[in-house]
Protein backbone atom coordinates (compact mmCIF):
# COMPACT_ATOMS: atom_id res chain seq x y z
CA UNK A 1 0.00 0.00 0.00
CA UNK A 2 2.72 2.37 0.82
CA UNK A 3 4.14 1.77 -2.56
CA UNK A 4 0.90 2.88 -4.32
CA UNK A 5 0.74 6.14 -2.09
CA UNK A 6 3.93 7.13 -3.24
CA UNK A 7 3.28 6.05 -7.06
CA UNK A 8 -0.20 7.81 -6.72
CA UNK A 9 1.75 11.39 -5.12
CA UNK A 10 4.36 10.59 -7.80
CA UNK A 11 1.53 10.71 -10.84
CA UNK A 12 0.37 13.82 -9.31
CA UNK A 13 3.82 15.44 -9.17
CA UNK A 14 4.59 14.56 -12.77
CA UNK A 15 1.19 15.80 -14.18
CA UNK A 16 2.09 19.50 -13.04
CA UNK A 17 1.89 21.60 -16.26
CA UNK A 18 5.90 23.18 -16.08
CA UNK A 19 4.67 25.95 -18.65
CA UNK A 20 3.18 29.29 -18.63
CA UNK A 21 1.93 31.69 -20.97
CA UNK A 22 4.22 34.71 -21.51
CA UNK A 23 4.16 38.19 -24.02
CA UNK A 24 7.56 40.11 -24.32
CA UNK A 25 7.05 43.85 -24.16
CA UNK A 26 10.46 45.47 -26.16
CA UNK A 27 11.32 48.82 -24.68
CA UNK A 28 11.12 50.62 -22.30
CA UNK A 29 9.61 47.55 -20.45
CA UNK A 30 11.71 44.65 -21.43
CA UNK A 31 9.91 41.71 -19.82
CA UNK A 32 7.77 39.42 -20.55
CA UNK A 33 4.21 39.72 -19.00
CA UNK A 34 2.80 36.58 -17.83
CA UNK A 35 -1.16 35.73 -15.40
CA UNK A 36 0.87 32.85 -13.55
CA UNK A 37 4.35 32.72 -12.70
CA UNK A 38 3.67 29.35 -10.77
CA UNK A 39 7.26 28.54 -9.00
CA UNK A 40 9.64 30.87 -11.31
CA UNK A 41 12.45 32.81 -9.58
CA UNK A 42 15.06 34.83 -10.16
CA UNK A 43 18.38 32.82 -10.90
CA UNK A 44 16.30 30.13 -12.40
CA UNK A 45 16.98 29.00 -16.19
CA UNK A 46 13.51 28.87 -18.38
CA UNK A 47 13.27 27.73 -22.01
CA UNK A 48 11.44 29.01 -24.56
CA UNK A 49 9.60 26.70 -27.11
CA UNK A 50 12.77 26.47 -29.30
CA UNK A 51 13.91 25.08 -26.07
CA UNK A 52 16.87 27.80 -25.62
CA UNK A 53 17.87 28.99 -22.43
CA UNK A 54 17.19 32.14 -20.15
CA UNK A 55 18.06 33.31 -16.97
CA UNK A 56 15.42 34.88 -14.73
CA UNK A 57 17.03 38.52 -13.34
CA UNK A 58 13.83 40.06 -12.20
CA UNK A 59 9.89 39.05 -11.25
CA UNK A 60 6.84 40.36 -9.53
CA UNK A 61 5.17 37.66 -9.28
CA UNK A 62 2.44 36.88 -11.48
CA UNK A 63 2.45 39.96 -13.28
CA UNK A 64 5.96 39.76 -15.31
CA UNK A 65 9.45 38.36 -15.43
CA UNK A 66 12.87 39.25 -16.95
CA UNK A 67 14.68 37.08 -18.84
CA UNK A 68 15.75 38.58 -21.85
CA UNK A 69 14.09 38.13 -25.18
CA UNK A 70 11.47 35.53 -24.04
CA UNK A 71 7.87 35.47 -25.84
CA UNK A 72 4.88 32.47 -26.22
CA UNK A 73 5.55 29.31 -23.74
CA UNK A 74 7.87 29.16 -21.48
CA UNK A 75 8.65 26.08 -19.50
CA UNK A 76 10.20 26.37 -15.67
CA UNK A 77 12.27 23.80 -14.22
CA UNK A 78 10.25 20.28 -13.67
CA UNK A 79 9.87 19.21 -9.40
CA UNK A 80 12.00 16.56 -9.00
CA UNK A 81 10.47 13.65 -6.64
CA UNK A 82 11.90 12.13 -3.82
CA UNK A 83 10.04 9.55 -1.54
CA UNK A 84 11.08 7.81 1.28
CA UNK A 85 12.24 8.80 5.65
CA UNK A 86 15.00 11.76 6.02
CA UNK A 87 17.75 8.97 5.85
CA UNK A 88 16.17 7.55 2.61
CA UNK A 89 15.34 10.59 0.88
CA UNK A 90 18.74 12.34 1.56
CA UNK A 91 20.66 9.44 0.36
CA UNK A 92 18.41 9.36 -2.87
CA UNK A 93 18.80 13.19 -3.72
CA UNK A 94 22.30 13.89 -2.63
CA UNK A 95 23.41 10.78 -4.93
CA UNK A 96 21.37 11.41 -7.90
CA UNK A 97 23.46 14.76 -9.17
CA UNK A 98 25.77 17.01 -8.14
CA UNK A 99 24.14 19.85 -10.08
CA UNK A 100 21.63 21.14 -7.67
CA UNK A 101 19.93 22.93 -10.51
CA UNK A 102 19.09 19.59 -11.95
CA UNK A 103 17.14 18.62 -8.59
CA UNK A 104 15.37 21.64 -7.52
CA UNK A 105 12.92 22.29 -6.72
CA UNK A 106 12.17 19.00 -4.98
CA UNK A 107 8.91 17.40 -4.01
CA UNK A 108 10.02 15.65 -0.68
CA UNK A 109 6.98 13.09 0.19
CA UNK A 110 8.27 11.96 3.80
CA UNK A 111 7.49 8.47 4.67
CA UNK A 112 6.48 7.23 7.83
CA UNK A 113 3.30 7.60 6.21
CA UNK A 114 0.32 6.11 8.13
CA UNK A 115 -3.27 5.48 6.06
CA UNK A 116 -6.39 3.95 6.61
CA UNK A 117 -7.53 0.55 4.48
CA UNK A 118 -11.07 -0.14 3.21
CA UNK A 119 -13.20 -3.39 2.72
CA UNK A 120 -14.01 -5.35 -0.37
CA UNK A 121 -17.65 -3.58 -0.03
CA UNK A 122 -15.95 -0.07 -0.02
CA UNK A 123 -15.48 2.54 -3.20
CA UNK A 124 -12.01 3.57 -2.19
CA UNK A 125 -8.94 1.69 -2.13
CA UNK A 126 -6.87 4.34 0.93
CA UNK A 127 -6.99 7.24 2.83
CA UNK A 128 -4.01 8.77 4.19
CA UNK A 129 -2.85 12.08 6.05
CA UNK A 130 0.08 13.01 3.71
CA UNK A 131 3.34 15.43 4.79
CA UNK A 132 4.76 16.54 1.61
CA UNK A 133 8.04 19.49 0.78
CA UNK A 134 7.92 21.70 -1.83
CA UNK A 135 11.64 22.99 -1.25
CA UNK A 136 14.32 24.56 -3.56
CA UNK A 137 17.84 26.13 -2.95
CA UNK A 138 18.35 29.80 -1.12
CA UNK A 139 21.21 32.21 0.35
CA UNK A 140 22.10 31.43 3.76
CA UNK A 141 24.72 33.93 3.64
CA UNK A 142 23.38 36.87 1.89
CA UNK A 143 19.53 36.67 2.63
CA UNK A 144 17.56 37.71 5.35
CA UNK A 145 14.35 36.18 6.56
CA UNK A 146 12.50 38.28 4.42
CA UNK A 147 14.18 37.10 0.68
CA UNK A 148 13.98 33.57 1.68
CA UNK A 149 10.30 34.44 2.01
CA UNK A 150 10.03 36.56 -1.05
CA UNK A 151 12.76 34.20 -3.36
CA UNK A 152 11.61 30.91 -2.18
CA UNK A 153 9.06 30.43 -0.31
CA UNK A 154 6.43 31.95 -2.45
CA UNK A 155 7.43 30.32 -5.18
CA UNK A 156 7.00 26.70 -4.00
CA UNK A 157 3.83 27.90 -2.16
CA UNK A 158 3.00 28.45 -5.79
CA UNK A 159 4.10 24.67 -6.27
CA UNK A 160 2.25 23.36 -3.75
CA UNK A 161 -0.71 25.06 -4.93
CA UNK A 162 -0.06 23.56 -8.51
CA UNK A 163 0.00 19.86 -6.88
CA UNK A 164 -3.51 20.59 -5.05
CA UNK A 165 -4.90 21.72 -8.86
CA UNK A 166 -3.48 18.60 -10.32
CA UNK A 167 -5.52 16.60 -7.30
CA UNK A 168 -8.94 18.63 -7.31
CA UNK A 169 -8.76 17.91 -11.39
CA UNK A 170 -8.40 14.06 -11.13
CA UNK A 171 -11.67 12.12 -10.43
CA UNK A 172 -9.47 9.08 -9.36
CA UNK A 173 -9.25 11.04 -5.58
CA UNK A 174 -11.92 12.19 -3.49
CA UNK A 175 -12.89 16.10 -3.70
CA UNK A 176 -10.22 17.81 -1.92
CA UNK A 177 -11.90 21.22 0.36
CA UNK A 178 -9.49 22.00 2.57
CA UNK A 179 -5.44 21.34 3.40
CA UNK A 180 -2.67 23.23 5.34
CA UNK A 181 0.73 24.99 4.66
CA UNK A 182 3.45 25.04 6.73
CA UNK A 183 6.29 27.80 5.68
CA UNK A 184 9.99 27.25 6.38
CA UNK A 185 12.47 30.66 5.56
CA UNK A 186 15.24 28.33 6.15
CA UNK A 187 14.41 24.48 6.06
CA UNK A 188 16.08 22.95 8.91
CA UNK A 189 16.26 22.30 12.88
CA UNK A 190 17.43 25.65 14.89
CA UNK A 191 20.25 24.56 17.31
CA UNK A 192 20.60 25.79 20.98
CA UNK A 193 23.15 27.97 19.72
CA UNK A 194 20.85 29.54 16.97
CA UNK A 195 22.27 27.78 13.92
CA UNK A 196 20.30 26.04 11.58
CA UNK A 197 21.04 22.27 11.17
CA UNK A 198 19.94 20.88 7.83
CA UNK A 199 17.44 18.02 7.48
CA UNK A 200 18.87 17.96 4.06
CA UNK A 201 22.48 18.27 2.73
CA UNK A 202 21.57 21.59 1.22
CA UNK A 203 20.65 24.99 2.19
CA UNK A 204 17.23 24.95 1.38
CA UNK A 205 13.69 26.76 2.10
CA UNK A 206 9.81 26.06 1.20
CA UNK A 207 6.94 24.88 2.07
CA UNK A 208 4.97 21.60 3.70
CA UNK A 209 1.61 20.57 2.19
CA UNK A 210 -0.63 18.57 4.85
CA UNK A 211 -3.05 17.03 2.80
CA UNK A 212 -5.38 14.17 3.00
CA UNK A 213 -5.90 12.31 -0.13
CA UNK A 214 -8.64 9.84 -0.42
CA UNK A 215 -8.10 7.09 -3.21
CA UNK A 216 -11.11 5.08 -4.95
CA UNK A 217 -10.55 2.06 -6.10
CA UNK A 218 -9.52 1.52 -9.83
CA UNK A 219 -12.54 1.01 -12.28
CA UNK A 220 -14.80 2.50 -9.73
CA UNK A 221 -17.99 3.91 -11.10
CA UNK A 222 -18.30 7.04 -8.72
Given at each position: ?37 KWARIGKYVKDSQNNSFLITDIDYDNWIKAG ?67 DETDILNFYTKDHIQQVVIPM ?66
Amino acid sequence: MINDISQAVENIVNAINPTIDGVYLPAPDEFTTVCNTKWARIGKYVKDSQNNSFLITDIDYDNWIKAGIIDGEITLPSPYFVPGTKIEANREWTISTNDLTQKTPLVWLLHGIRYNAFGRESVYAWESDLRIFFLDETDILNFYTKDHIQQVVIPMTKLADEFVKVVKKDRSFLRVDSWEIVEFSRFGTEQENGYFKNILDANLSGVELRIKLTKYKENCKC
